[in-house]
C-alpha cells in the first residue's frame, strides 16, 4: 500500500535553514502522473502548498515562497527533500507531504504522511 | 492566482441532518476541483475528486457536484465521525485550497 512519512527537526532557529525528507512506499516517482508535493498547516489555518516534483523532475513552487525552497528527490531510495531557507517563526507549522496524481482521471492528493510540526524559535 | 472561497466557515448540524458546503472559484476552474476531509489532529484525507468523483473507501453519503465556478459538498446524513474540517481545491491552475468549513455535531 501506499505510504508517506515525513522527517526532520522539530524546532529550527529563526534565519536557520530547514531540511525536510519525504520517505514513501507503494509507488514510484518515475511513473508517469506520479508527483510529491510538500503542504504546510499553520496552527488553528488553511492549507498552503509550498511545492512539488513530478515523475519527469519537472519542480513548481508556490510563487510566494520560491525564493527560500528547493525541492529534490532521489529515486533509488524513494525520498523527496524540500529544503526552506531563513526560517522565520510565522513558518511554524505542521509539514505534510503528499502524493499527488495526475492523470486523465484527476489531479489531487490522494495520499498523504501524517505530517511533522516544525517550531520555529531561538 | 485562483481564489477558492468557502461557506460557511462552520456551522452545526444534528446527526443524520443533511449538510451542504459551497466553494466558489475566482475563475472558471472546469470541473478541476477536489474535497479533502481534516479530522482534528490528522493530515486531510481525500474525499471527491475531479469536483464529483468519490474516492476509493470513501462512504457513499459524501457526494458533490458542480462545474465552472461553483461546487457543493454534501453529506447526505451527517455522522458523528464526520466532525471535521473540509476544504475544497483546485487544480485547474497551480493550485489553491480553500479556507475550511467547520463541521461540528449539535
Known amino acids: 500500500q501506499v505510504t508517506l512519512r515525513e522527517s526532520g527537526p522539530a524546532l529550527v532557529k529563526p534565519t536557520q535553514t530547514l531540511t525536510l525528507t519525504c520517505t514513501f512506499s507503494?509507488?514510484?516517482?518515475?511513473?508517469?502522473?506520479?508527483?510529491v508535493s510538500w503542504i504546510r498547516q499553520t496552527p488553528g489555518k488553511a492549507l498552503e502548498w509550498l511545492a512539488f516534483?513530478?515523475?519527469?523532475?519537472?519542480?513548481y513552487y508556490n510563487t510566494s515562497l520560491m525564493s527560500r525552497l528547493t525541492i529534490s528527490k532521489d529515486t533509488s531510495k524513494n525520498q523527496v527533500v524540500l529544503t526552506m531557507t531563513n526560517m522565520d517563526p510565522v513558518d511554524t507549522a505542521t509539514y505534510y507531504c503528499?502524493?499527488?496524481?495526475?492523470?486523465?482521471?484527476?489531479?489531487?492528493?490522494?495520499?498523504w504522511g501524517p505530517g511533522t510540526l516544525v517550531t520555529v524559535s531561538s | 492566482d485562483i481564489q477558492m472561497t468557502q461557506s460557511p466557515s462552520s456551522l452545526s448540524a444534528s446527526v443524520g441532518d443533511r449538510v451542504t458546503i459551497t466553494c466558489r472559484a475566482s475563475?472558471?476552474?472546469?470541473?478541476?476541483l477536489n474535497w479533502y476531509q481534516q479530522r482534528p489532529g490528522r493530515a486531510p484525507n481525500l474525499l471527491i475528486y475531479?469536483?464529483?468523483s468519490l474516492q476509493s473507501g470513501v462512504p457513499s453519503r459524501f457526494s458533490g457536484r458542480g462545474s465552472g465556478t461553483d461546487f457543493t459538498l454534501t453529506i447526505s446524513s451527517l455522522q458523528p465521525e464526520d466532525v471535521a474540517t473540509y476544504y475544497c481545491?483546485?487544480?485547474?491552475?497551480?493550485?489553491?485550497f480553500g479556507q475550511g468549513t467547520k463541521v461540528e455535531i449539535k
Open positions: 503528499a502524493r499527488r496524481r495526475r492523470d486523465d482521471d484527476t489531479d489531487s492528493y490522494d495520499f
Open positions: 507503494g509507488f514510484s516517482l518515475t511513473t508517469s502522473g506520479m508527483c
Open positions: 516534483i513530478d515523475w519527469d523532475d519537472d519542480k
Open positions: 475563475q472558471n476552474i472546469n470541473t478541476f
Open positions: 475531479t469536483a464529483s
Open positions: 481545491q483546485q487544480t485547474y491552475r497551480i493550485q489553491t
